[in-house]
């Protein structure tokens, strides 16, 4: 900032920084530092964190979901609050389609991941997830999905990035048959979408004379579905998972071996800068 004008307002009582010695803050040409905030600053910063550390201390759940919901677009710091909530005894949960919401969601003692923070799944996709969700029910199959879902909004690399992410595991645990389910079901719900579109029904939609107002049966019983597979190897699951996570959140490949590593190692890499000199 420059000053362009001065005022006389007499004697009145001022606050600085607390320095041990006289400090121009005053630059050439009349132009002043921009950092040489006053004790009120620090007052407003001192508050805030008073107001944060009593949110962290008895509303810890709630605290961490909305830090992760806030940082969701950097992964290195959700890696970190991630962290920080396993220290704090707070599980962090993998997304689940009928679940999750956009945001990070609190739990009753642990958090649900976010669609938002998922790889390759736009809020478009998300929005048009969410409102079919909310109108007609959860999800009871990746054929249901594909089904009742605009594949405009929600394609494949979409699905895909569900899949990897574990937040298909309602539906089959075994992610890799849903990979391999998934370009047959496309297909068949594409054809679905196609014949809906022109007014054509489908042989396999019956109208059920038992029920008091007759209703159409779906037929998402009579999806294809592709030859049984084994599911990824864990290191290869895990892999895809960090791919479209940025990081592990069902499990880590180090887990096993984390206690005994922390005997050998207590201080970890992420905590050296915190660390004085030539401390081994």
């Given amino acids: 900032m420059k000053i362009i004008r001065r005022q006389s307002l007499g004697v009145q009582p001022v606050y600085d920084l607390g320095l041990a010695t006289d400090h121009n803050f005053v630059i050439a040409n009349g132009w002043v530092a921009a950092n040489c905030f006053n004790k009120s600053h620090s007052t407003a910063y001192g508050y805030v964190t008073y107001q944060t550390a009593y949110l962290k201390a008895n509303y810890p759940v709630e605290y961490m979901a909305a830090l992760l919901t806030a940082n969701s677009g950097d992964q290195d710091k959700v890696q970190k609050y991630i962290a920080t909530a396993l220290s704090m005894g707070i599980e962090v949960e ?9 945001d990070f969601t609190p739990l009753e003692k642990n958090i649900l991941f976010g669609l938002s923070a998922v790889r390759n799944l736009g809020q478009g996709a998300i929005e048009a997830i969410l409102a079919t969700r909310d109108q007609d029910g959860a999800f009871g199959s990746l054929a249901e999905l594909c089904d009742r879902v605009d594949s405009r ?3 494949r690399r979409a699905l895909e990035a569900l899949i990897y992410s574990g ?4 539906f089959d645990p075994n992610r890799k048959q849903l990979i391999h389910d998934l370009e047959l079901i496309l297909e068949w719900a594409q054809s679905r979408a196609k014949d809906r579109a022109i007014g054509q029904g ?3 939609d019956l109208i059920d004379p038992t029920a008091d107002t007759p209703t159409v049966t779906s037929s998402i019983e009579t999806a294809p579905k592709a030859e049984p597979v084994a599911d990824f190897p864990e290191s290869e699951k895990l892999k895809l998972e960090k791919e479209i996570l940025g990081f592990y959140i069902s499990n880590h490949p180090l887990r096993e071996i984390e206690k005994p590593a922390r005997l050998m190692a207590p201080i970890s890499l992420s905590h050296l800068e915190e660390q004085p000199e030539k401390r081994r």
């Fill in 153 to 155: 909004m929600v394609n």
């Fill in 94 to 102: 993998p997304p689940d389609i009928n679940r999750s919401g956009v």
């Fill in 202 to 204: 489908n042989l396999f």
């Fill in 167 to 170: 937040a298909l595991e309602s």
